[in-house]
């Protein structure tokens, strides 16, 4: 258990610094497109088109670790359920041949 632990504890910290990263790149979007000017809904939507397109290239790394994490974790679920339908499978022969 151990392991698993520390596994998920590395996942949840990737997860919340590639979170933070982009909460960080949306302010400084923000930031830089309220010194050129922009000012109400065009300032947010700049931003986050900015932001968007920033966190797109500047944290690639980080949005494969994650993806690469939840599907291994999908993969063990799918093995973990095709395992349990088997078990009910065979319990429910064991019941029809009683």
């Not at 947010?44 to 599907?71: C, E, H, K, P, T």
């Not at 993969?75 to 029809?96: C, M, N, P, Q, S």
């Amino acid at each position: 258990m151990l392991v698993l632990t520390s596994y998920a504890g590395a996942v949840m910290r990737v997860t919340l610094a590639y979170a933070s990263a982009r909460i960080l790149l949306l302010v400084v979007s923000v930031i830089l497109l309220y010194v050129v000017g922009a000012r109400g809904l065009l300032l947010l939507a700049l931003a986050f088109v900015a932001s968007g397109i920033a966190s797109y290239v500047l944290l690639s790394r980080q949005r494969d670790v994650i993806s690469r994490a939840l599907a291994a974790r999908v993969g063990r679920g799918r093995g973990r359920l095709a395992e349990f339908r088997t078990r009910i499978d065979e319990g429910a022969r064991a019941e029809d041949d009683d």
